[in-house]
């Protein structure tokens, strides 16, 4: 994980051999093992001694007698790497907040379906922006937890999350509540407050961008272009509204597939190559060693 710090151990070493990694694309947990050893010379008393060691990486806590929480040991492209209970239980948390936005969302936009004067519409009305809230903690979960080799690309996303969440709270405190209205009400009657409020999807579209991208998911991939869609058309003005009362209804039903269908993938697959993450965690002076000799070796 990104976020788990590797004890290396070392000795002083004089010759280091590393056989390169290779690997099969974005998000793909195959690759060739790295393989590590060190060879020492030292003089003690005269007499050389050449002992030979291998470099074991791990996770500080874990026990090497301990067995893993998953046996199936994964060949990613820095080194072999298995499943442990806190990468399950990461996993499930980054799916359950899609889960909670996902609900959150088609609970808040199906006011837009159901008769006005009906006690489910108002009950919704009244709780709006109390399912808006809870969509936005949900998403800012899985951001949080989601696995993407570029730190820089997760950063953005979060950024994007906070600006949103910072814009949603200065428009509904600044604007739509001296107006007696909640958030997305306000945003409905001002397009252009699609602006203050607009980072906040972007987040979302570049989250399910990138689960279409790793994994294939159509149903992710349209929604890259539904989400844009209907915010920039309604921003606009350009669309009437029955397509967008169209698009967003096809955005519900397709959020709800995409965040179903997360539980039916293997854990793995939303942790990706557990061993590009360790490597990350390596310092700068242990990176930069192992891209000389891999540079040298190609």
Same mark, same amino acid.
């Given at each position: ?23 099969? #694309?974005?998000?793909?947990? !195959?690759?060739? &093992? ?5 060879? +020492? !010379? ?16 791990? *996770? ?12 199936? +040991? ?33 609970? *808040? *936009? ?25 969509? &936005?903690? #949900? @998403? #800012? ?15 953005? @996303? ?15 405190? &600044? ?21 203050? +409020?607009?980072?906040?999807?972007? *987040? ?95």
């Amino acid at each position: 994980m990104a976020s788990r710090v590797l004890a290396t151990t070392l000795v002083p070493p004089t010759k280091l051999r590393i056989n390169k990694p290779s690997c099969s #694309g974005f998000g793909s947990g !195959s690759g060739s &093992a790295l393989s590590l050893s060190l060879k +020492v !010379s030292a003089k003690s008393n005269g007499k050389s001694v050449s002992p030979r060691r291998n470099i074991k990486c791990k *996770a500080l806590g874990e026990s090497s007698q301990q067995p893993s929480f998953d046996q199936t +040991v994964y060949n990613g492209a820095y080194g072999p790497w298995t499943v442990d209970p806190s990468d399950v239980r990461e996993v499930i948390l980054y799916r359950s907040g899609l889960v909670t936005a996902a609900a959150s969302f088609i609970a *808040a *936009a199906s006011v837009a379906f159901v008769p006005t004067d009906s006690l489910f519409g108002e009950i919704i009305k009244q709780n709006i922006d109390l399912f808006y809230t809870l969509g &936005a903690a #949900g @998403l #800012g979960l899985s951001l949080i937890l989601i696995h993407i080799y570029v730190t820089e690309i997760k950063r953005t @996303l979060q950024a994007l999350w906070v600006l949103g969440v910072m814009g949603s709270l200065a428009t509904y405190t &600044a604007l739509a509540r001296p107006a007696g209205e909640n958030l997305v009400q306000y945003v409905i009657d001002h397009p252009t407050a699609v602006w203050f +409020v607009g980072s906040l999807f972007a *987040a979302l579209t570049g989250l399910v961008f990138k689960e279409g991208l790793c994994y294939g998911k159509l149903e992710a991939g349209i929604l890259t272009f539904i989400i844009p869609s209907v915010l920039l058309g309604h921003l606009s003005g350009l669309m009437d509204d029955g397509v967008k009362l169209s698009l967003l209804g096809s955005w519900m039903v397709l959020f709800v597939i995409f965040a179903g269908r997360k539980f039916t993938q293997p854990i793995k697959d939303d942790i990706g190559d557990k061993s590009v993450f360790m490597f990350n965690a390596l310092s700068e002076d242990e990176k930069k060693a192992l891209i000389e000799k891999l540079e040298q070796q190609s």
